[in-house]
Structure formats: C-alpha cells, structure tokens
C-alpha cells in the first residue's frame, strides 16, 4: 500500500470514536492530576486553564502514535508503556496550556478570549494566570516521574529530557521569543518556517516521538515518525495562518484576524492563500509518506488525524 | 561532639575559600549550560538574569550536602556523582533565577532593582521577562537530563521529580500563590509558616536533599538533612524579614522596606523584632542538631553555611 492509499484508507476510519475514547481517558487523567487542593485558588486557576475545551491534538498524537508502535511489542510490557504514553499525554497538554495562559497575557498577545471563554488573567488576574502557568509546567514534569509505578526509571528520565527540550530555548518558548521580534518584520519562508518548527513544530513533533517511544518502536520507525511528527507541525501552522484569514471567531473559538492586526508575518503574507493551501497539501503527503516509511501497520489514526488537521477540524 | 561544638567547630571552617571554590564552578557550569545561540536575545536575557551576582545559596546547599555524604561512599562513583550534585546545584538556581524574574514582574511585586541592578522586565521589557523565566524553568530539566552521561537514569529521574516538586503547586509557586492573597491579611505564625515553607523552604529543603541523594546516603541520614534545611529555610526567611525592617536598600540589593510598605504578613509584623530574632536563633540550633543527627562527619561546610544565613551575608 502506498502513501496515497494510506490516505484513503484513513478515510473511513472512525476518527470521531477513536479520539472520543481518547479524549475521555485524557480529561480523567488530567483531572486527577490537577492537585485538588493547591494553595490558594490555583486549583481553580489550574482546571480553568486545563480542563473542559481543548482539543487535545498533542495528547491524541502521543496516543496515535503509541498504537501505531505498540500492535509490534510485547504485549506483556502494555500496561507500564501504556501509562507511560498517558503520562506524556497529559504532560504535553499541561506544557501546551501554560504557554497559552502566558501567551495570552497582556504583555505579550494581550488576548481576552480563549476557546470562546475569557482567558486566564482576565478571569483570576495577571498575577495568578502568571503563576498558573509556571505552576502547570512545573506540573507536567511531576506527571511524567510518579513515585511508585513500573515506567523505567530510563523512560522517564528520557520523557523529561524530551518535554524539557521541546518545551525551552530550542522549542516552543524559543520559537515564541523569535514570533515577538518579528512582529512588522519581513520574514523569508525560511526564517517563518525555523520560527514555527519551534513555536508549534517542537510540541507536536515531541508528541508522536514520544508516543513511539513509549511504545518501544525500533529506531528506524521512530526516525520516520519523528518526520510525520515535524510535516504534521508545519501544516499545522500552515492552516492556523489560513484561518486567521478565512474563519469567524465564533469558529476558531478566539480572535480571528489577529496576525494581521498586529502585522505578524504569516504564510498567507508571504505567499498568499492559494500557495498557502497548496502548501499545507503537500506538508500531508510528505507526512502520509513519513508513515508509510516507518513501516508500521496501526497508523490510521496518525493519518486520520493529519487529515483532519489539514482540513482543520484541529 | 554535640550540636553546640560542632557549631563552634564550624566557626573556624574557612568558608570563603570553600564557597569561592564552588561559586566558581557554579558560576563555569551555569555559563556552560545556558546556550550561547538561543533564539532572538534569549541568550543575552538569561544570562542577565542568571550569571553574575547571585549568592548561590541553593548551590552552595547543594555542594554541601553532597560533601557531607560523599566521604562515606565508595570512591570509584565519585565522578558521575558530583557531576550529578553540580547540575542540580545549577537547575536549582535557574529555577531561582526564573522565579525572581517572574516575581518582579509589575503583575506580581512590581520590583525595578535586583542585586542593585535593574530587574530583567525593565532591562528588556515585560514580554521577554515572561518567556525568560518560562525557559529558565524547562532548562533546569534539561540539564538535569543529560543525553550522553554515567549519571544512572534512576537518578535522573529522581532529581526531575525532586525538583519539580520544589517548584510547582506544592513548593515554591504554591507558596508565592499564598503570598499573592495574603497581602493585607492577618496570619498567624502556622499560616505564615506554611507560606515559607513552601515560597522559599522547598527550593532550600530540596538543595539539600539532592545534593545528599546525590552522594548516596542512607535514608537515616537523608531524613536528618531534611530537617536541616527545612530548619535552614524557614531560618532564612526570618532573616529575610528582619532585614527588610532593619537594613538599607544598598545593603540588600533590593528595595528595602518594601514587604512593611505593602503590607505584606511578615514574623517582624507578628511577633516583633527581638521574638524574631530569637526565633532565628532556635531555628539555627535545631538545624545544627539535626547535622549532629545524622551522624555523617564532614558538615562543617553545611554549619558554616546555616551560621552564616542566620549572622546574614547570605
């Protein structure tokens, strides 16, 4: 089967009911490892910004990709690799929603709505979104070292070494310094691209590579993966781009024409729409090729959810 | 000996020299890891906010406690072993660092001066604070998760869970969370107590612990040099507090007074100057005999230091 009839095998999995499934097990986990009783009203704070509306695209990739890896393993290892996966899930979700809490703040995209709610600081206060964030990354590396459990000390000591690495200076945080100096600036492709390999690209990348890892997949199908992980990112924020430009608020659940409010450079700036839309087009087939690459049977729900991200859903 | 002699023994430990010695690889290793091309001018941000000034309290704790176990080990794992303290000693301070950005942060504490110079938002605006301290935190991982090292990954994954603990919800955000809403209110000394315990005496309690961990002693031990730095914590921020009443700004190297301008609860405002300074005092004898308890014999390093936080150059 090639990367074209993996596309449209894809098509009729059932993505809706495989992510339902997946989408249940991740809230009840992040739920529970929200501290109850945190000081202050960092709980609440904490839920606010983590719970109920996300749709937890990162999580659903570590998951994805762990299926994909773990139909060839040892089924007598699922139990620790599977929390493991669930772990990083959650973990990469609690990264993802401290960076949005901070990204939303004042100084920096100053953003009053979130997912159609008001975002953190406006609910809790600058000061608390501030410390809501730092205590949700914090957080994320508390979930993936549990005291008493059988992840190898290896595996976990590997998935914060990932997170953290993902997560810093050549990762999201980086790739955010970088989008805050080029507001008004003329970015090249290149330069646009290198800023959201880090902003975006870093998160989802490390979602399918450590999905994989968890599942003890060989080095050969992790380095194929790990490009589905890096084209899926970029066609992301290709999308993202294009929506800005082409969705209503209501739709994107937040503040649609804001990058061209604040002249932030943009693929549709750059290259306009319909290159734009070609190019997201292409990011999906080198990502389906990725797959077809690594070699792994159980990738539908991988390709399913590309799909779904180019024809944004996601 | 008892814990009266082995302070007075401390007395003549030559700590300058000691602390010279480890400031310097401190200082060395902090540089190192701290990457040299990180996106637009992170680089230049986190070393303003990491090298250069800080008293490296935390490290030195660190270094300490890794002495006072290291000499009952076995020789031959000495060198993964203090390369596991040192970069402890360093993931400790940049979560130090990154605190203190955040902290002075017009959303939270509003401070302009900071080890006499201006604070990080002023030197480089609020937005490249935020996503300093954010990076600061994710390197501390990354450092304690080296890719290529003889640091076993038990350990890795032991000081990651450590550390984050100190950090988030139940460690020094939690207690900064508690600080935010007491501003203006009456606590007693248990609620002031447990603010301290969490807001400064993680991150002190934590140096100690881990460097300890790292050196491999017994749990017997370890659970003395836990209340060592509990005692030394909460020891510390009382002299904190006597300071802010009693020293100048220059002195300081902060904005003196401030904690008394804001209202802020402080054991000066809830039990007086001289009950403040007593209590300072129980807390160093209580710290020296929990070293006394541990049986471990090189501590000088560990009672100059605490003699020195509650004498206060630190």
């Not at 994909?68 to 929390?83: F, M, T």
Request: proline share 3%; with cysteine.
């Amino acid at each position: 089967m090639n990367a074209t009839q993996l596309s449209q095998l894809a098509q009729s999995f059932d993505l809706e009911t495989w992510s339902a499934n997946g989408l249940a097990e991740i809230e009840a986990s992040l739920n529970q490892w929200i501290p109850p009783n945190a000081p202050a009203n960092l709980t609440e704070s904490m839920k606010y910004a983590v719970l109920g509306g996300g749709k937890r695209l990162r999580a659903l990739l570590v998951l994805g990709a762990f299926e994909a890896g773990i139909a060839h393993q040892d089924q007598s290892e699922l139990a620790w690799r599977r929390e493991a996966a669930l772990r990083f899930a959650c973990a990469v979700e609690l990264i993802h929603a401290y960076s949005l809490v901070h990204d939303d703040m004042p100084c920096m995209d100053n953003d009053v709505l979130r997912r159609g709610k008001p975002t953190v600081h406006v609910q809790f206060g600058e000061a608390v979104a501030l410390l809501t964030g730092d205590t949700l990354q914090a957080l994320a590396f508390e979930v993936l070292t549990p005291e008493h459990s059988l992840i190898p000390a290896q595996l976990q000591a590997k998935l914060c070494g990932l997170l953290a690495r993902a997560a810093g200076h050549n990762g999201m945080a980086g790739g955010q310094a970088i989008d805050l100096k080029s507001v008004g600036k003329h970015l090249n492709e290149v330069e646009l691209s290198h800023m959201h390999k880090l902003k975006t690209g870093a998160l989802l990348e490390v979602s399918v590579s450590a999905g994989a890892l968890c599942s003890g997949v060989t080095d050969t199908a992790l380095a194929s993966l790990k490009i589905f992980g890096s084209s899926l990112g970029l066609a992301f924020q290709v999308v993202d781009d294009i929506l800005d430009v082409t969705a209503e608020s209501a739709v994107l659940g937040k503040t649609a024409g804001k990058d061209a409010d604040t002249d932030k450079p943009t693929y549709v700036s750059l290259m306009g729409l319909d290159a734009a839309k070609h190019k997201a087009d292409v990011l999906l087939v080198q990502a389906n090729q990725a797959l077809f690459d690594s070699d792994l049977s159980h990738t539908n729900a991988l390709v399913a959810i590309a799909l779904k991200v180019v024809n944004r859903s996601f």
